[in-house]
């Protein structure tokens, strides 16, 4: 099993900054793709950022020039740093990771998630 913690959301108002972190932990023999995502009230959850094990990375329009997604694959760990933070940003943001885990000779891959942490941006 594989666990994923966030950690880092809060109350910030528009324009300032947060930085989310994500730490996994459990049977990882390695980890492929990473993202976070956001589901706000009423809507759908949806992706924010995406990076790759090599560091590839793409995003969501609505946050391009605002965020940056980052990871530390020594310590399993990646990162959201949100800067220019506006209303629309207000959500649960839920980190995702498709994790290659070994169990004696056996292979397994499975897709995990974290339980959230919240981001409200208020003045």
């Known amino acids: 099993q594989v666990q994923l913690v966030e950690s880092g959301g809060g109350l910030v108002q528009p324009g300032g900054s947060l930085r989310l972190s994500c730490a996994a932990s459990g049977s990882i023999f390695s980890i492929n793709a990473m993202g976070w995502y956001r589901q706000a009230p009423g809507k759908q959850r949806e992706l924010v950022a995406r990076?790759?094990?090599?560091?590839?990375?793409n995003y969501a329009d609505s946050v391009k020039g605002r965020f940056t997604i980052s990871r530390d694959n020594a310590k399993n760990t990646m990162f959201l740093q949100m800067n220019s933070l506006e209303p629309e940003d207000t959500a649960v943001y839920y980190c995702n990771a498709n994790v290659l885990s070994r169990y004696g000779l056996k292979y397994e891959m499975h897709d995990y998630w974290g339980q959230g942490t919240q981001v409200t941006v208020s003045s």
């Open positions: 990076i790759t094990s090599g560091g590839s990375t």
